[in-house]
């Protein structure tokens, strides 16, 4: 079975520091891939990454940056110089590689969620 | 260009009634899920199709809730006789058709209400 633990329930910090969301992923699976949603209090997921399983570039966009590491099952997300928009509870997820298609359309599993809250 | 739609944005029933919710993908998506998420929680699988074809069904899927995508374009999510814990956001989110998991873009979501 999958699984993804998110540790960190809440997160609060000033306004402008860095901050790092850990995500820690089970699955059998040889192939599969990792994704992070934004759910700001409006309420709709918003997508922000994916990543395959048998890439492991680090990858940044902006202020945000996501690091990969297979040999300890993380996917971690990190914003840098953060703003009070960037409030929201986010969310890692795992799909595995999809028992119809051959190329991975299982339902997402996600983690439960880290609030994060920037404050100004 | 629009997103995921779902409809009713809200919806409260009393317990026992049948409730129905209603998913429009994004046109070219050929890909729908359901999930459910309650308070606190992140969203959970319910079920998903390709096209027409409902291929893969959680075991949180009792035999009250029954999905359907006729045409292969919008779907319904039906739960018969609703009880106190069916009470959540009910989620729709549609995906491009490939070998690859291209990401799943999400709708607002209905809001369930069990009395």
């Known amino acids: 079975a999958q699984k993804v633990t998110q540790a960190q329930t809440e997160i609060s910090v000033v306004e402008k520091e860095d901050v790092t969301l850990d995500c820690v992923y089970e699955t059998r699976d040889t192939t599969y891939y990792l994704f992070w949603y934004k759910q700001p209090p409006s309420g709709e997921l918003v997508f922000l990454i994916r990543r395959n399983s048998f890439d492991e570039q680090n990858e940044i966009s902006g202020r945000y940056s996501w690091n990969f590491q297979k040999s300890t099952s993380s996917f971690n997300f990190t914003i840098t110089a953060s703003q009070v928009v960037d409030s929201a509870v986010y969310f890692c997820?795992?799909?595995?590689?999809?028992?119809?298609?051959?190329?991975?359309?299982?339902?997402?599993?996600f983690g439960k969620g880290t609030h994060l809250i920037i404050q100004p | 260009d629009t997103g995921v739609s779902q409809n009713p944005r809200h919806k409260i029933t009393k317990r026992g009634q049948n409730v129905t919710f209603r998913c429009d993908p994004i046109?070219?998506?050929?890909?729908l899920y359901w999930y459910r998420q309650t308070l606190g929680q992140g969203p959970e699988f319910l079920t998903y199709f390709q096209n027409e074809a409902q291929l893969e069904k959680s075991r949180l899927l009792s035999d009250r809730f029954s999905a359907e995508r006729p045409k292969g374009s919008f779907s319904t999510l039906e739960i018969q006789r609703t009880e106190q814990g069916d009470s959540a956001m009910y989620l729709c989110?549609?995906?491009?058709?490939?070998?690859?998991?291209?990401?799943?873009?999400f709708g607002p979501g209905t809001r369930l209400t069990v009395t």
């Open positions: 997820a795992l799909s595995g590689r999809g028992m119809y298609s051959g190329g991975g359309a299982d339902g997402l599993t």
């Open positions: 989110a549609s995906s491009l058709p490939d070998r690859v998991p291209y990401e799943q873009y």
């Open positions: 046109s070219e998506h050929n890909r």
